[in-house]
């Protein structure tokens, strides 16, 4: 019920306010009124994060991926100012502690902590305060290199690797936005779900609300004769008694205490109104043929024509909630497929499918699409903004005038591209396009689409992408 094309505009929705409100972690800032110790401390300081940094691209797995590389403390390291004019200083040279390497490589791949890590690689916010606690701060090597800086000292020293600790915590800190990112995606399509059921049950309400109607109206002091003999088509429509009928539905009902009746009786009585106005509904009651096919194309062009078109309909589910404007036109579709399945399920009890309404998800991979797709965007982020940047550079675009809609959709794009290997490399090329369409600009369209091109021929020139 929920489909990919929802969950990828979900995505990259809450990634564009993820990445615009999400605590930046940085490296710190040279210490002002610095003494001579605090030159030394930060120096090492620097040089413990260049030396992490080292020691996380030289040790590779036989599959030739780096998996301390790609942890998210090493690439927000990589994306920091202050590390990039610290990698361009060594850029022509060794680092001083640059002899460690070697050693400490060896050490931490023998090491139980990172055979853990590799067991479980999600867990990679803890494995470089483990390793610089049990190994870099540790180390003989590095402490008889630090005598050599200028202004060596032992509080120094302790204060660089204090720093060190403030930086993890600022670094988990920042992290901890990512479990909020995910939390309102899972409301987001938990949202959705609510809905669909909401729609679905539709139907039943209005058709209630006619049955009230027409009571009062045999109950008049000076009934007339359609008072007390009512065509009764329109509440017996067999649509309706399977709707309401259905255990699921009066489940979800019943769990998420969900009753138009009772929360907004004004807006089924607008909505009946509407639709016994209407000239299907008197085309409808006028047939004298009564049957399950005519009942639900009855409701499926009444949903279609009348309610998913009200505007006074759509404003009040606007209000609702912030998650509806995207998914209203999809889940309408769904409740119109829903009630062909109510027909199918009824004609045929043995047909393919065991329940008419839709599972929340198709399959498993479904129901974790979602979830993956934010987590390695948020921590591939740095890498694929550097794969868009370089695209840029060789075409001469100025990445600073790039619309950041643009760039969320496209790091989302290439998360998917890179990492689903399930999902045809056009396929997703044509969905976010779309994305861009109809949530950037105008011309996003097209200029995602023309850089997409250019960073995946990049990609594939480079080995990095084999589809």
């Not at 998210?72 to 680092?95: C, E, H, P, T």
């Not at 690797?161 to 990512?178: P, V």
């Not at 809905?195 to 109607?213: A, G, H, K, S």
Request: charged share 30%; net charge negative.
């Amino acid at each position: 019920m929920i489909n990919r094309v929802l969950i990828r505009i979900k995505v990259v929705q809450l990634l564009y306010s993820y990445f615009l409100v999400q605590n930046n972690f940085s490296v710190q800032s040279s210490p002002s009124a610095p003494t001579k110790e605090k030159r030394f401390a930060y120096s090492l300081y620097l040089d413990y994060l260049y030396l992490m940094m080292d020691i996380a691209g030289s040790i590779n797995q036989r599959t030739r991926n780096s998996p301390l590389y790609e942890t998210r403390f090493i690439q927000r390291l990589i994306a920091d100012n202050i590390m990039k004019s610290v990698s361009s200083r060594y850029s022509g040279g060794r680092s001083p502690l640059d002899p460690c390497v070697d050693d400490l490589c060896e050490r931490i791949k023998n090491s139980a902590i990172y055979k853990n890590f590799l067991k479980d690689p999600k867990a990679d916010s803890k494995i470089w305060p483990e390793l610089f606690r049990h190994f870099i701060s540790v180390d003989p090597r590095i402490s008889s290199i630090a005598e050599g800086y200028p202004n060596y000292s032992l509080r120094g020293v302790d204060r660089a690797k204090e720093m060190i600790t403030q930086t993890f915590a600022d670094f988990a800190s920042s992290q901890d936005n990512i479990l909020d990112g995910l939390a309102d995606l899972k409301t987001s399509l938990e949202k959705a779900r609510e809905l669909y059921f909401r729609l679905l049950m539709l139907p039943i309400e209005i058709t209630y609300q006619r049955e009230v109607e027409l009571d009062e109206r045999r109950h008049r002091y000076m009934a007339s004769d359609d008072d007390l003999n009512p065509n009764p088509k329109f509440i017996d429509n067999e649509l309706v008694k399977l709707l309401s009928e259905n255990q699921e539905i009066k489940d979800y009902a019943e769990e998420k205490k969900i009753s138009w009746l009772e929360q907004d009786r004004e807006l089924i009585r607008h909505l009946l109104k509407k639709i016994l106005e209407s000239d299907l509904y008197k085309e409808y009651m006028s047939d004298p043929v009564s049957d399950l096919h005519q009942d639900c194309e009855f409701w499926r062009k009444a949903m279609r024509g009348v309610i998913l078109s009200d505007p006074d309909f759509l404003e009040i589910l606007e209000t609702m909630s912030v998650f509806w404007n995207d998914d209203f036109d999809i889940m309408g579709e769904f409740v119109l497929k829903t009630f062909r399945r109510f027909e199918e399920k009824a004609s045929d009890p043995n047909c393919k499918f065991k329940e008419p309404v839709l599972p929340m998800y198709k399959d498993d991979e479904d129901a974790k699409f979602g979830r993956e797709l934010f987590e390695i965007t948020v921590k591939k982020h740095a890498v694929y903004r550097g794969y868009i940047d370089e695209a840029l550079n060789k075409q001469h675009w100025d990445s600073d005038r790039l619309a950041y809609m643009d760039v969320v959709i496209m790091e989302t794009a290439l998360a998917e591209i890179l990492n689903f290997p399930k999902i045809p490399l056009q396929a997703s090329l044509n969905e976010y396009i779309e994305i861009a369409k109809c949530y950037s600009s105008g011309k996003s369209g097209g200029f995602v689409h023309g850089l997409l091109a250019n960073v995946i021929a990049n990609l594939k020139e480079s080995g990095k992408l084999k589809k």
